[in-house]
């Protein structure tokens, strides 16, 4: 398992979302990565709100990914109650197996549909 998540529950349209994102290697041991970005996208692969390849900094074994305003905006002509965004991130790392491997990973969360806001 390359990564750990700590959200649990859908985020509201155009409201806030820190998503902690915890690495691991493939004994479960914390590890910091070398190079990591992360790719915001709905559930149909479009790319949301230019989030595409960012560059994650201060990379540590646990970093916070912050989503807010119109990375959580619900996609064009959608109706129902939730829309789905994924979030995939992509790192290399070392560890007792090798050096410089890559691993990717994504999350898939909810985003509240709120009837007043546009």
Known sequence: MPTEWSISEAVN??????????FVDEDG???????????????EGNVVNSRQDVAISNLASSVNIVLSGDDLQISSGFSGSADWRIL?????YDSNYGTDLPQKDTL???????TAVT
């Open 108 to 114: 898939k969360f909810a985003v509240n549909n709120l």
């Open 88 to 92: 995939t991130v992509e790192i290399t």
């Open 29 to 43: 041991q914390a590890v910091t990565p070398k190079t990591g970005t992360y790719t915001l996208t709905d559930d």
């Open 13 to 22: 349209e155009k409201g806030t979302a820190v998503i902690e994102v915890r």
